[in-house]
T-cell receptor, first 117, second 111 residues
Framework: DAGVTQSPTHLIKTRGQQVTLRCSPK?????VSWYQQALGQGPQFIFQ???????QRGNFPDRFSGHQFPNYSSELNVNALLLGDSALYLC????????????????FGAGSRLTVL | RKEVEQDPGPFNVPEGATVAFNCTYS??????FFWYRQDCRKEPKLLMS???SGNEDGRFTAQLNRASQYISLLIRDSKLSDSATYLC????????????FGTGTQLKVEL
């Protein structure tokens, strides 16, 4: 059973460029969230997608946008890259939207490591 | 003030030691609490959920004090394989929705 898969695993961009990161959720999962983890920091929530719509958003500028496809896979797009966007971008999936069950938790992918020069 | 605060460490302990990590959170409306483990350059993985009554999973014990907005993790009989970063995590709703992470506490278990 494949877990969450992300691509690419590593990439290097220059300031001002645009980047697209891709995520396939775990089988059976339909909700995808994206997190940014800068070096030495904990992951920070970017946004969550369910039924192809953005459902929650963290404190990130509009340069960060996303999309979810009918097969539940997702993309994260970052425009006008800044040096500070260098980070590990983590995709996480779960089944459904709501619920307080401790068992209904996120499964993280291995991440895409973005370096902006 | 950060939403979730942790001592970044590192905590260097000998094998077999008992080590405790603490965490405080600022939003009293938080409903769900977790400890995640993250190995170097890998993704975070759920270690355990934290319940008000306290809970134990083998050598790991987690405690939650809602009144003090304080979460703890105790690791007994530390193993070399416990070396990792331990992330304190809270959520306003369930564990599958927006998670707020602390910066993590680094643990190094040595021979």
């Amino acid at each position: 059973d494949a877990g969450v898969t992300q691509s690419p695993t590593h990439l290097i961009k220059t300031r001002g460029q645009q980047v697209t990161l891709r995520c396939s959720p775990k089988s059976g999962h339909d909700t995808v969230s994206w997190y940014q983890q800068a070096l030495g920091q904990g992951p920070q929530f970017i946004f969550q997608y369910y039924e192809e719509e953005e459902r929650q958003r963290g404190n990130f500028p509009d340069r960060f946008s996303g999309h979810q496809f009918p097969n539940y896979s997702s993309e994260l797009n970052v425009n006008a890259l800044l040096l500070g966007d260098s980070a590990l971008y983590l995709c996480a999936s779960r089944e459904g939207l709501a619920g307080h069950s401790g068992a209904n938790v996120l499964t993280f992918g291995a991440g895409s490591r973005l370096t902006v020069l | 003030r950060k939403e979730v605060e942790q001592d970044p460490g590192p905590f260097n302990v000998p094998e077999g030691a008992t080590v405790a990590f603490n965490c405080t959170y600022s939003n009293s409306a938080s409903q769900s609490f977790f400890w995640y483990r993250q190995d170097c350059r890998k993704e975070p993985k759920l270690l355990m959920s934290v319940y008000s009554s306290g809970n134990e999973d083998g050598r790991f014990t987690a405690q939650l004090n809602r009144a003090s907005q304080y979460i703890s993790l105790l690791i007994r009989d530390s193993k070399l394989s416990d070396s990792a970063t331990y992330l304190c995590v809270v959520s306003l709703t369930g564990g599958g929705n927006k998670l707020t992470f602390g910066t993590g506490t680094q643990l190094k278990v040595e021979l």
